[in-house]
């Protein structure tokens, strides 16, 4: 017998900026990753998701293939500034239309729409006009673009989530400054990593006072961080690993409050969160329904008294990246035993039955999804066919973890492989590809099932029984 429940929901996800193209299309207006991607030397070769797979166009033959595939339920994001052009007052009727006629597609072939509010595509306007999260205005913002999705949406959609991984907007956009907008100031990042969690809170407020028929959620990366050894030095530079790239992300959505130790050390060295009067009471009442969890790689963590910095492999040559390391703090390490994806990804199944058990162990058995997770690789074209066995191989494994960490108790309700369809990877353009449908960039973006898609197909059929 299936170890999942039974109403697990097997699904896929994507992003809007990585599926949709009709960057300008019907009155949208442009977002910070449609200049960001078209500055040099931004992206890998100056991939840019103007075009992408034109899933704006195409999105009912792709929701067909959806349910030939037998997806229960679909994760996209809405692109702000396809709403409201302008980040806020004058709403565009033709971006409504769009989601409003994709729900109902999906809906038709009995797939259960998941909405993610934020996947890092911000309005350019609003960057322009006050610096985007760096400012507290961002919070009214948000929650009006959210009660914006509510009011046209949640008559029809149940599964909601506010941000996608604020630690790679945030890290990316204000610390690395890999990510618009391409800043390397800690400080700035903080505030503004703050600012996220208020506008969660306050969006998590009025899906509550609009009395929307659903959940609403908060999407993280779920990165566990081991010692890479036993040494009271690599415990200590690990401990603060999973602090940062874990509890400082999770606490605030999920126990209304920033981890204490942490948050003393951070104010002492750069002055911030900075916290106004009724901060601390929006975070503490709007606690989340669930969390969703993105799972890809573990990372070991030794301490560190040398690296500063890193470098991102982008191109899919193994070893051509350098492991990031806060010079005092921590530096992440290559696993001498571990498995490796071309990018470098330490490829580690029995990670994420690890790290769901510690979710439970600091939040109590809370409602999560399995809201991304797959391997990237350049899949051979074999005789025409795509072969992705490998992709094939890393799913079944990590569902298999999943379904151990449904065993130990853990509140699955559902899994979402990134992706459902070859798509733009941010700074790592087409060649990095995750989906279950190829997309043929020579031939007018012909779509094409691969291997995988024959497999997860008999998955979602047998309820996991059949890998
Ligand atoms: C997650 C994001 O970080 O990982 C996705 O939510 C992203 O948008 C995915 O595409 C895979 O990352 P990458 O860098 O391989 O595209």
Redesign the pocket.
């Known amino acids: 017998m299936s170890v999942f429940p039974k109403d697990f929901l097997w699904g896929a996800a994507t ?1 809007s900026y ?1 599926v949709e193209g009709g960057f300008d299309a019907d009155g949208k207006g442009l977002s910070n990753w449609d200049l960001f991607s078209h500055l040099p030397g931004t992206t890998y070769q100056g991939t840019n998701g103007d075009v992408a797979v034109d899933h704006y166009h195409r999105f009912r033959e792709d929701v067909a293939l959806m349910a030939e595939l037998g997806m229960q339920t679909y994760r996209f994001s809405i692109s702000w500034p396809r709403l409201l052009p302008q980040g806020r007052g004058e709403v565009n009727e033709a971006g409504i239309q769009f989601y409003s006629d994709l729900i109902d597609e999906l809906l038709r072939h009995n797939i259960k729409p998941m909405i993610t509010l934020y ?2 595509d911000l309005p350019q306007a609003l960057q322009e006009e006050f610096g985007g999260w760096e400012s507290r205005e961002i919070v009214d913002a948000f929650d009006e673009y959210a009660r914006l999705c509510y009011q046209r949406f949640g008559d029809r959609v149940e599964l909601w989530s506010t941000f ?2 604020t630690i ?1 907007f945030i890290g990316m956009g204000y610390i690395t400054g890999a990510h618009p907008p391409k800043l390397t100031d800690p400080k700035k990042g903080i505030q503004a990593c703050h600012h996220v969690f208020l506008a969660n809170a306050r969006a998590v407020k009025s899906f509550r006072e609009m009395k929307i028929n659903g959940q609403i959620g908060f999407v993280n ?1 779920l990165q566990p961080n081991d010692p890479i050894s036993d040494s009271p030095e690599d415990r200590r530079a690990c401990e603060l690993a999973e602090g940062i790239f874990t509890h400082w992300l999770y606490d605030p959505v999920l126990k209304g409050e920033y981890p204490a130790e942490l948050l003393a050390m951070a104010q002492q060295a750069f002055g911030v969160p900075y916290f106004a009067p009724g901060d601390e009471a929006l975070l503490k009442g709007n606690i989340v329904d669930f969390i969703g969890l ?1 799972y ?1 790689k573990r990372e070991m963590v030794a301490h560190n008294d040398d690296v500063e910095g890193y470098a991102i492999n982008t191109s899919g040559q193994k070893g051509s990246g350098r492991e990031l390391g806060f010079k005092g703090l921590f530096k992440l390490v290559r696993n001498p035993n571990g498995v490796y994806t071309d ?1 470098d990804w330490e490829v580690y199944p029995q990670g994420l039955t690890d790290a769901i058990g510690r979710i439970v162990k600091r939040y109590g058995n809370i409602p999560i999804y399995i809201t ?1 997770n ?1 391997l ?1 690789a350049k899949d051979p074209i074999v005789e025409g066919e795509v072969h992705d066995q490998p992709r094939i191989d890393y799913l079944r494994d990590h569902i298999q973890a999943i379904g151990a960490a449904i065993e130990q108790g853990a509140d699955v309700r559902g899994y979402y492989p ?2 459902f369809i070859d ?1 733009l ?4 353009g087409y060649q ?1 590809q ?1 989906g279950f449908v190829y997309v043929d960039h020579d031939n007018n973006l012909a779509r094409k099932k691969k291997q995988s898609f024959g497999w997860y197909q008999r998955v979602i059929a047998s309820h996991g029984e059949q890998l």
Not at 425 to 428: C, D
């Open positions: 992003a990585q996947h890092w996608n991984e790679v990366v993105n890809y990018w991304e797959g990237g990134w992706s798509l990877s941010w700074l790592n990095k995750y």
